[in-house]
């Protein structure tokens, strides 16, 4: 699968350079947690250590004999308003290693995996839960979360314009200006009900603050609405386990999430994304019940993106060879 002696080395910039299709990463995170259900992957829940000054340590595990990979993906980071100036709030490193042989294949930095797995998550759940007909995306926080979910949403459904509101005007003008040759219609609101009330599927994603107070209502959600909650639920105020369908990534990993504090939807949830994709638990909302998930990135679904990204830059000819210590 490789040279033995050497392996590849993928920067930031790199890995965001490749251009993959989001609807592919999609596909992959799906086969991921269809070869999990059916025995043929080993995934933990993520480990968490958060500490007092504002800064925290996620460890993620999985392996797959259908995918040939096993991930060892670490990722840190800081409260939104500690970040250097300059630096993302958020940054990691990613073991990439060939299944049979235990040997490692690749180090990459992580920032694009952390990034692109709660898209990719939304994409897919989106699949079974979003009415197919959905065409305004509402989005809470015009960061990254926006940027890559507005294309990840557009490669499973209509979306024809998204409304959209930030707390900070200019970072939201700037969300808009990346969006002006998009074909689709961009509206900012200064008021988040706006974004909410008009939204056929949601986005929420505020990020880490000391700072955050729930701003969202569940009462504004519109029958038939479907919501991702990529901030754990931290910009809502309570009620959103009143929704007819509540979801989540991995039930072991979203109880562990919930007594560490970090989700503040405290379930129970009615399925997650195994029990979906295997067709487990027989799930058929009604067109006017209002859907929620509630997800913080799985290994299962980052082994996917990793796979996904070292062919990638395999086939492109991307990244650095270094020798490798164990031969």
Not at 286 to 293: M, N, S, T, W
Request: hydrophobic share 45%; glycine share 8%.
């Amino acid at each position: 699968m490789s040279d033995d002696t050497r392996f590849l080395y993928l920067t930031r910039s790199e890995i965001g350079g490749l251009d993959i299709d989001y609807g592919d990463m999609i596909d992959r995170v799906e086969t991921a947690f269809r070869a999990w259900t059916s025995g043929k992957a080993i995934a933990h829940p993520k480990v968490a250590s958060l500490t007092d000054v504002g800064s925290f340590f996620y460890g993620l595990n999985a392996c797959s004999s259908k995918l040939g990979y096993n991930i060892c993906h670490n990722s840190m980071g800081v409260q939104a308003e500690l970040a250097r100036p300059g630096m993302h709030h958020l940054n990691g490193m990613q073991i990439l290693s060939d299944y049979r042989t235990a040997q490692p294949l690749a180090a990459m930095d992580t920032f694009w995996a952390s990034t692109w797995i709660p898209a990719a998550v939304s994409g897919l759940a989106a699949r079974y839960f979003a009415r197919p007909d959905s065409r305004v995306l509402g989005i809470i926080a015009t960061g990254a979360q926006a940027r890559v979910h507005v294309p990840a949403l557009r490669a499973v459904l209509p979306i024809e314009k998204v409304v959209a509101y930030n707390r900070s005007r200019s970072g939201a003008g700037a969300f808009a200006a990346e969006f002006a040759d998009s074909g689709i219609e961009i509206e900012i609101t200064d008021d988040p009900r706006v974004a909410v009330e008009a939204a056929d599927v949601l986005v929420t994603a505020v990020p880490v603050s000391a700072n955050t107070k729930p701003i969202l209502d569940p009462a504004w959600v519109r029958p038939g609405t479907w919501c991702s909650l990529v901030d754990l639920a931290r910009s809502w105020h309570p009620g959103l386990e009143s929704f007819e369908l509540t979801a989540t990534d991995d039930h072991d990993q979203a109880k562990h999430e919930v007594e560490i504090g970090r989700f503040k939807m405290t379930g129970p949830f009615d399925v997650d994304l195994r029990e979906l994709v295997s067709s487990a638990k027989n799930v058929s909302p009604k067109p006017e019940d209002r859907r929620v998930i509630c997800h913080s990135g799985h290994a299962i679904g980052i082994l996917a993106l990793a796979k996904l990204v070292y062919e990638t830059a395999q086939a492109k000819g991307v990244g650095t060879r270094l020798p490798a210590n164990w031969s």
